[in-house]
């Protein structure tokens, strides 16, 4: 599996913005997707996560209310919309593919994207 995560830029306080994760392969529907994000000089957290249909959904507690996972598995591609963005929310922002479980552990991804730098700033 190859992911392609786009979307990132710079956007003001309080602004929102959409990733988007591409998904190479015909077996999309079978994966558990993830954002994690590592912002300068600190290690990557979990963001959410979200089940193979879509059903379930796991977030941190900092992005609950603001951000908001799906996926479309006809068009292979997961989202993260995010909204009353933060300063603290600056990061690179990763998506991954796992067989395991919609977790918020690192390991139990397979599959990482590039990642997309996503800046808030005035």
């Known amino acids: 599996v190859q992911l392609q995560a786009s979307g990132g830029g710079l956007v003001q306080p309080g602004g929102s913005l959409r990733l988007s994760c591409a998904a190479s392969g015909r077996t999309f529907g079978s994966w558990y997707m993830s954002w994690f994000r590592q912002a300068p000089g600190k290690e990557r957290e979990f963001v959410v996560a979200?089940?193979?249909?879509?059903?379930?959904?796991r977030s941190v507690d900092s992005v609950k209310g603001r951000f908001t996972i799906s996926r479309d598995n006809a068009k292979n591609t997961v989202y993260l919309q995010m909204h009353s963005l933060k300063p603290e929310d600056t990061a690179v922002y990763y998506c991954?593919?796992?067989?395991?479980?919609?977790?918020?552990?690192?390991?139990?991804?397979?599959?990482w994207g590039q990642g997309t730098l996503v800046t808030v700033s005035s």
């Open positions: 991954a593919a796992g067989s395991k479980t919609y977790s918020s552990v690192e390991d139990d991804y397979d599959y």
């Open positions: 979200i089940s193979r249909t879509g059903g379930m959904v």
